[in-house]
């Protein structure tokens, strides 16, 4: 999967953003947004804004899972005490490599142009693999948004990074919305990216 990961202020500015890649599966933690998703990306984050306001009403937890989708991207939110909200908008694809596209020309109305992603019959060895493993159908997970386990490892995330965030906000020369440049702010939320998804 690619992740776009941005804390939106209570002002809904933004406060800092992120793009990365998975690490799990044989990911190498690149980002492979199509170009005109990666443009993309900040407007459909902003735009989740009004689902997430209406649904933290609903919600005593921090945590809102997915709130919206578009097209094929899938955005979750976690909401913190004073209404910072962490933002992870993620599109599924098949580790290290990008989504085939498809022209304009062939379908102009599709818009990110993605190709649907097809199902094919993994080589005998990693069937086996699989199969043996504990953990079921492990190959599923990094490509199924809405499936237990990535919604559990998304939560893991944003609980690293909320904690690395208050760190980030004691210090008493950061105010709650004001752009963090930290490079150590920005190396723990690279690591928690790591090690979670």
């Known amino acids: 999967m690619s992740y776009y990961f941005c ?8 406060l800092f953003e992120l793009e990365f890649g ?3 599966q044989g990911g190498d933690g690149i980002a492979r947004f199509p170009t005109e998703a990666r443009q993309l990306n900040p407007f459909i984050v902003h735009a989740s804004l009004d689902i997430v306001e209406e649904v933290q009403w609903l919600n005593s937890q921090m945590y809102l899972k997915r709130v919206d989708h578009f097209a094929s991207s899938h955005v979750s939110c976690f909401l913190t005490p004073t209404s910072v909200k962490f933002m992870l908008l993620h ?3 098949p580790p290290n490599t990008a989504p085939s596209t498809v ?3 062939q379908n102009p109305n599709v818009f990110p142009p993605f190709a649907p992603y097809t199902t094919t019959t ?8 699989s199969t043996s493993s504990s953990s079921g159908n492990t190959a599923a997970i990094p490509n199924n948004p809405t499936s237990p386990q990535t919604e559990e490892a998304l939560r893991l995330f944003f609980t690293e990074v ?3 965030w208050v760190k980030a906000v004691m210090n008493p020369f950061q105010t709650i919305n004001k752009t963090l440049g930290s490079p150590v702010f920005k190396a723990r939320v690279v690591t928690a990216g790591r090690k979670f998804l």
């Open 7 to 14: 804390i939106v202020g209570t002002k809904d500015n933004p």
């Open 162 to 164: 909320y904690e690395a």
């Open 122 to 129: 993994p080589p005998s060895s990693l069937l086996r693999a």
């Open 103 to 105: 022209s304009a020309s």
């Open 91 to 93: 599109l599924p694809h």
């Open 22 to 24: 998975t690490s799990k």
